[in-house]
């Protein structure tokens, strides 16, 4: 499986944009990236996902770079509600019973602490 | 609409029992995922069911794991002989399935497992 790296914890302020990084060196060609975040004690949400161009979506924008070994995920405006662990995920293509579909591969991810 | 729901929230159980966990999918969702989330990891993949067949069920630890979801609905996660380390945080989680690569995996708040 692909790896990603993320930063252990970052901080903002709220109503500050945060930008979230994660490398994926070994990424490969036909692999998505897709970030989920988890809120405390509850399970994960999707929040985005891409390929090789940036997306931006009404919770945040993607910006993946042009050799696809990096990504960041963006909030543009940071709320208290915005603090969870996010998690950068490369989604794999494993063909399983015929069908293809995509396990998530979690990492620790980054906890991301908003103060007010 | 209904997202994931999982039964029941909190489950405290002894050593050496049997326990099961219920997921609920989103209705029409065909693909369903298990994970099961240590304190401070992200969570870990189990087993996959595409309609009521285990596609693939790789992630399972060992034979006291096992998953049935017998009309392509409601899943159920039945662990026996428990033991201390299987105390975790238990996610389901469901998707369209119809996306491949793409589709969003909407998790449930999970089954919190202590093993006394």
């Known amino acids: 499986d692909a790896k990603t790296t993320q930063p252990n914890s970052m901080e903002s302020n709220e109503e500050e944009p945060v930008h979230l990084p994660c490398n994926h060196s070994?990424?490969?060609?036909?692999?998505?990236i897709h970030w989920y975040r988890q809120l405390p004690s509850q399970g994960p949400e999707y929040v985005i996902h891409?390929?090789?161009s940036n997306v931006n979506n009404r919770m945040a924008s993607l910006a993946i770079a042009e050799d696809r070994k990096s990504s960041t995920l963006i909030l543009h405006r940071a709320t208290l509600r915005d603090a969870a662990v996010y998690y950068c995920?490369?989604?794999?293509?494993?063909?399983?019973?015929?069908?293809?579909?995509?396990?998530?591969?979690f990492g620790q991810g980054t906890i991301l602490t908003v103060h007010p | 609409g209904a997202g994931v729901s999982q039964t029941p929230s909190n489950k405290v159980t002894e050593k050496g029992k049997y326990v099961e966990l219920r997921c609920d999918p989103i209705?029409?969702?065909?693909?369903l995922y298990w994970y099961r989330q240590s304190l401070g990891q992200g969570p870990e993949f189990l087993i996959y069911?595409?309609?009521?067949?285990?596609?693939?069920d790789s992630g399972l630890p060992n034979d006291r794991f096992f998953a049935v979801r017998p009309e392509g609905s409601v899943s159920t996660l039945k662990i026996q002989r428990t033991e201390r380390g299987d105390s975790a945080v238990y996610l389901c989680?469901?998707?369209?399935?119809?996306?491949?690569?793409?589709?969003?995996?909407?998790f449930g708040p999970g089954t919190r497992l202590t093993v006394l």
């Open positions: 989680a469901s998707s369209s399935g119809l996306a491949g690569d793409t589709d969003t995996q909407y």
């Open positions: 070994t990424i490969s060609g036909t692999d998505y």
């Open positions: 891409g390929l090789t």
């Open positions: 995920i490369l989604r794999d293509r494993t063909n399983a019973g015929g069908t293809s579909y995509g396990k998530l591969t």
């Open positions: 209705s029409g969702h065909t693909a």
């Open positions: 069911f595409q309609g009521t067949g285990a596609a693939d």
